[in-house]
């Protein structure tokens, strides 16, 4: 064992960082639903329960335990995977919260991948062409694509190529096991209206970033070394571009698991969102515990990740070690 | 034979020119020096050369390269500086891609070149000609110090067997001992590898230290241009003669038995230490900024504390003025004893520091006699015609007028800043002022200004200095007794006269030998 | 920032003028709409633009130009009112961050991330489990997302601002961190803020848009412009019109306020022109 180097030292502390966002994370959630008025094991038994029925399946649920306990017994669960049983569906959160998943994270990852191939290449083409009519006509249309919410993107992208076209599905979802590309199928119009405000986000950014760096010495440099322009930002520009880029990528990838929330709406899509505003909408405290705690650990993850390749992309985080 | 000539080159930026009409030559095997201050065009000169001006400017005249015109192509032109023109930039640190490895961009530029050579054969060869040791081949900028990158830069450069080097300010953001090595190395290189050089700077002795023709340059223009030697004896143009005048630093002449036997500051013994090492303080010791440093200075005296930058002078100053807090040991200002920040209001009232950088000091929001007025908050209540009257007499001590307390800091030159600075620091009447670098981020010709406004306002109000520079000519001008400071600790003392004839420590020797010559 | 930066830079120019006139439209809804908007006519419903009604009618009959100018109220002020929370929560976070340095800002940064693992969506979500829905959720939703935004921009500003000389001379004057965080730092960090500002109130109206669109913001009878695509959502397929009239709008009030913040950005500060947008996700 040698001194540990910085980068050790830097992911440590991020690890560290992580553990204890998720930590209050978790304690604001449990706190907040606890707060909620009314008793769940009423709620479940309904009016005409006896108290001695209550009671019973207070003491079942550990709902008489001293609030401290319960909280540790409930983070104690979670880290163990066991997120508790919806008492209104009689499944574990853990199962109903992994089914909705399989919509909600393939949707994601699919408009992450729609938006860095289409935000990147249109960001550095303006960019590279800066002041020039490609630019302003790319600049125009991402001011656009800034402006339009997603939802009303989708239900736009819904009239013309499934209404107008029939191309596509207008909304609904078939499940994977049974028809992968009939699922697929029906992620592609979701995919593409919750990536149409990420790309122009992105492609803003990067214009922004390149066109900063642009300006550095070290491009002069470059150029002195006998490269044009162009080949000097294309070989020591972009890469250096992609630092700020990083930290988008993150928000972003954070900010469209939450978008697809909102998106699931207009196609009907069974995602996450759904079964959390059933679960409101039922007083399914245990559902709603779980199904946030999920999508906050989906955002520090992403963040703790964007760390990491911080980390790697940057050699000035790796410390003095040659 | 020209290497390079420029005829009737015109730069201009929207409509106004930055280069005016301007003609020059430089022939093969010249080692040409370009002085001028900042903004006189002599950097955007050099990279017409090299076809870098940025495309916002409008250019006129003709850049001929070996004869030829440079090429329109980009491309063509790009090779072209690859293959027979190398640069050296001011700022190393920025010049270089902090995210590729030294060994990987000294190779890139040999790739570009074209040099029938295996290329990772000759980067350790390169290495060895600017005294980097191949184990930096690996390095990324950021690990290396300044002069390491600057000797990096270098290698860059002539990696393509360049015939001309042009070098742009290459010292001018390193500390004086590395300042001169890098100069040394560059004449050496020239000498060794029969190269043309075109040297820019607003040194005049580093030109005349490395140069064999001069051109100076005074707001785009060119105003002379000659052999080296016949340029410094008899400068024709008056903006040359300005210069060399400014550059020549007398001895202000100090306050006639002014100096008092009583000491009016004295630093007793003062540390300032920084836990090192993160999660692990244990595994590094801590590192000792400034180590046990004792001084006095009497009332009326002036004295220097001069050092490499990092020796900790800075850190020092500022836990005098009250900035930072001494770790250990304590001072006395006329008998007030504090260690730093805990300083009282009313003995804050009677030091104050001028700042090295006359655009900083000054709030952009407030007016300037609203910023000259902060520090009469140490004073208590006082009346609006006291304030004002204050105010008045501060700014008429520095030579400017009062009606200018209603401007803004945008409205002044850098020059005159610096006197409101100045005057800053004497609107509480204090009788110690500290000067962190008061000329260094001055332009070469406001230097003598503002060296004799400070001798006399010694003078007049009894005021005790403190210098905190590097320039050891400026301290030999000014100071009455001057502290030599290495790693935290005072090595050396004594009168400025004795101490620079005789050094005793190897500091203040490799000081002496980083000297530039004077010139004339 | 004067008249002839105005001139200069006419994206800006169009942005102000645009977002004021939208802000003003939906002002006058307070005292006059064409038509009541709570006023049904079932008979009168899925009208297309005409002289009576500029912008047709709804499923209900409603005038849909009345609906628009108190929607757009509705979402100025819920994106406005979240991000008044943001600032007079963030700013001075972020300022006693710049200011004291050390553990303060060490909290500061830790509270900022904290928030920041709480997407808008999801504050709304346990917001309405606690309290039921309601314009207020969106509200203190947006300001949970803006809280974090507006503690990044003022500490980063506060940290450049500190370093200046000009900072350590108000301490050698005798001045705290609070007296120096008010006459020097917010000042000079006021630009900077007033650029975030104007984005994050298009972020507002986006998100109070997904927000009601969701039914976890704006409540029937009022109305808002994501109320309205709520409402239009099972007919756009047959009745498109009533979904586009909503969503146009909140396009150009959003690209008017982003014109005007980019705008802003380049007139003000020309060193600032690149730090906005960093927050633009999330």
């Known amino acids: 064992m040698g001194v540990p180097c910085p980068m050790t030292l830097y992911l440590l502390r991020r690890f560290a960082g992580f553990v204890v966002t998720m930590f209050v994370a978790a304690l604001v959630i449990f706190f907040l639903l606890d707060l909620l008025p009314g008793d769940p094991a009423r709620f479940i038994l309904g009016i005409n329960a006896t108290p001695e029925a209550v009671a019973a399946l207070r003491a079942q649920m550990g709902l008489d335990a001293p609030v401290h306990q319960r909280f540790i017994q409930w983070v104690l669960d979670m880290v163990r995977g066991d997120f508790g049983l919806s008492h209104t569906q009689g499944l574990p959160v853990a199962q109903l919260i992994a089914e909705r998943m399989a919509v909600t994270l393939p949707l994601s990852i699919f408009a992450m991948i729609v938006s860095v191939a289409v935000g990147l290449p249109v960001g550095i083409l303006a960019a590279m062409r800066r002041g020039k009519a490609t630019d302003t006509a790319l600049m125009i249309l991402v001011q656009i694509g800034v402006a339009i919410p997603n939802f009303w993107f989708g239900m736009l992208l819904t009239l013309l190529f499934s209404v107008t076209l029939h191309w596509l599905p207008t909304g609904g979802f078939v499940p994977w096991h049974e028809d992968p590309v009939a699922a697929l199928r029906s992620l592609i119009l979701p995919g593409l209206a919750l990536a149409l405000p990420q790309a122009s986000i992105l492609a803003r950014v990067m214009r922004t970033a390149l066109v900063d760096v642009t300006e550095q010495d070290f491009i002069r440099t470059a150029r002195a070394k006998g490269l044009t322009k162009a080949e000097a930002v294309w070989r020591h520009g972009v890469r250096n571009a992609m630092l700020p880029i990083l930290t988008i990528l993150g928000l972003q990838f954070a900010y469209l698991i939450a978008g697809t929330i909102i998106v699931e709406n207009v196609f009907y899509l069974p995602g996450l969102g759904r079964l959390i505003f059933t679960a409101i909408s039922e007083r399914d405290l245990v559902l709603v515990g779980g199904a946030t705690i999920v999508l906050v650990l989906a955002t520090t993850v992403t963040m703790l990740i964007v760390d990491l390749c911080y980390a790697l992309v940057d050699p000035r985080l790796r410390g003095r070690g040659a | 034979m020209a290497l390079v000539e420029i005829d009737d080159l015109t730069i201009a930026f929207s409509g106004r020119p930055a280069v005016a009409g301007l003609t020059l030559r430089i022939d093969r095997g010249d080692r040409y020096g370009i002085i001028g201050e900042s903004g006189s065009g002599k950097s955007l000169t050099a990279l017409a050369i090299a076809g870098l001006l940025p495309d916002s400017s409008t250019v006129a005249g003709a850049v001929r390269f070996d004869g030829a015109p440079l090429p329109e192509d980009e491309r063509v032109l790009a090779r072209l500086r690859g293959k027979r023109i190398g640069m050296v930039f001011q700022e190393p640190m920025t010049a270089l891609n902090p995210l590729m490895t030294i060994g990987e961009q000294i190779e890139e530029a040999i790739v570009l070149s074209e040099v029938p050579d295996v290329a990772n054969l000759v980067v350790p060869d390169l290495l060895d000609e600017v005294g980097l040791s191949p184990s930096h081949v690996g390095r990324y900028p950021h690990q290396l110090s300044g002069g390491q990158r600057q000797r990096a830069m270098i290698a860059m450069a002539l990696a393509s067997r360049p015939e001309l080097m042009i070098a742009d300010e290459p010292t001018s953001a390193l500390d004086v001992i590395t300042q001169r090595v890098v100069l040394d190395l560059i004449a050496e290189i020239c000498k060794r590898r029969q190269m043309t050089l075109l040297f820019i700077s607003h040194d005049i002795r580093a030109v005349a230290t490395l140069c064999s023709r001069v051109g100076v340059m005074q707001a785009g223009r060119m105003v002379e241009q000659g052999a080296v030697a016949d340029v410094l004896k008899s400068p024709q143009a008056a903006y040359t003669q300005k210069l060399l005048a400014a550059s020549r630093m007398d001895r202000r002449p100090a306050p006639v038995a002014s100096v008092e036997e009583q000491d009016l500051l004295a630093v007793m013994g003062v540390s300032r230490v920084y836990a090192q090492g993160g999660l692990w303080p244990w595994r590094d010791p801590p590192l000792r900024a400034v180590d046990r440093v004792d001084l006095t200075i009497g009332a009326g005296e002036c004295v220097a504390l001069v050092g490499p930058s990092g020796c900790g002078k800075t850190t020092l100053a500022r836990m005098i003025v009250g900035l930072d807090s001494a770790s250990e040991g304590r001072m006395l200002l006329d008998g007030v004893p504090y260690r730093g920040r805990d300083l009282p209001p009313g003995s804050r009232a009677a030091m104050s520091l001028v700042f090295q950088d006359p655009f900083s000091s000054f709030d952009p929001r407030m007016s300037v006699g609203t910023s000259l007025a902060e520090p009469l908050h140490l004073l208590g209540v006082m009346s609006r015609e006291e304030r004002d009257a204050r105010l008045r007499e501060a700014v008429e001590a520095v030579g400017l007028d009062a009606s200018m307390l209603t401007r803004y800091p945008h409205e002044f030159s850098g020059g005159q800043r610096q006197r409101l600075a100045i005057a800053r620091a004497l609107v509480t009447r204090p009788r110690v002022v500290v000067l962190d670098e008061p000329v260094s981020a001055l332009d070469v010709s406001l230097r003598g200004d503002v060296l004799n406004l400070l001798a006399r306002l010694r003078a007049e109000h009894g005021l005790s200095y403190l210098i905190i520079s590097h320039d050891l000519d400026m301290v030999a001008a000014m100071a009455d007794r001057v502290l030599v400071m290495e790693a935290g600790r005072i090595v050396e003392e004594g009168r400025p006269d004795e101490l620079f004839a005789r050094p005793q420590h190897s500091l203040t020797q490799a000081l002496m030998l980083a000297r530039l010559p004077d010139v004339a | 920032m004067n008249w002839q930066a105005l001139r200069h830079n006419p994206s800006l120019l169009i942005g102000l003028v645009a977002t004021l006139a939208f802000a003003l439209l939906g002002v006058v809804s307070i005292w006059w709409t064409p038509y009541p908007i709570e006023q049904v006519a079932i008979a009168q419903r899925f009208q297309g633009p005409s002289p009576a009604h500029w912008l047709g009618t709804d499923h209900l009959g409603r005038d849909m130009l009345s609906l628009i100018m108190s929607g757009t109220l509705t979402s100025f002020v819920v994106a406005a009112l979240g991000v008044l929370i943001g600032v007079a929560v963030g700013v001075p976070m972020g300022l006693a961050a710049g200011a004291w340095g050390g553990a303060v800002e060490w909290l500061v940064l830790r509270i900022s991330d904290l928030t920041f693992a709480f997407p808008a969506v999801i504050v709304a979500i346990l917001i309405t489990a606690l309290a039921g ?107 498109p019109w009533l979904s586009v009239v909503p969503g146009l709008t909140i396009v150009f009030i959003v690209i008017a306020l982003n014109l005007a913040g980019d705008g802003l950005r380049d007139a003000m500060d020309p060193r600032l022109r690149h730090q906005g947008l960093a927050h633009g996700a999330g």
């Open chain 3, 133 to 239: 829905p309601g314009e207020t959720n969106a509200i203190i939703a947006i300001g949970v997302f803006n809280v974090p935004v507006f503690a990044r921009v003022a500490r980063g500003g506060a940290l450049a601002v500190a370093t200046q000389d000009y900072v350590a001379a108000a301490r050698l004057a005798g001045h705290g961190n609070v007296s120096i965080a008010w006459r020097h730092l917010l000042p000079n960090i006021m630009s900077l803020l007033i650029v975030q500002g104007t984005i994050q109130l298009s972020l507002g109206i986006l998100a109070e848009a997904g927000l009601s669109y969701i039914g976890l913001g704006t409540q029937p009878p009022a109305t808002s412009l994501g109320l309205m695509l709520r409402d239009a959502q099972s007919l756009f397929l047959i009745h």
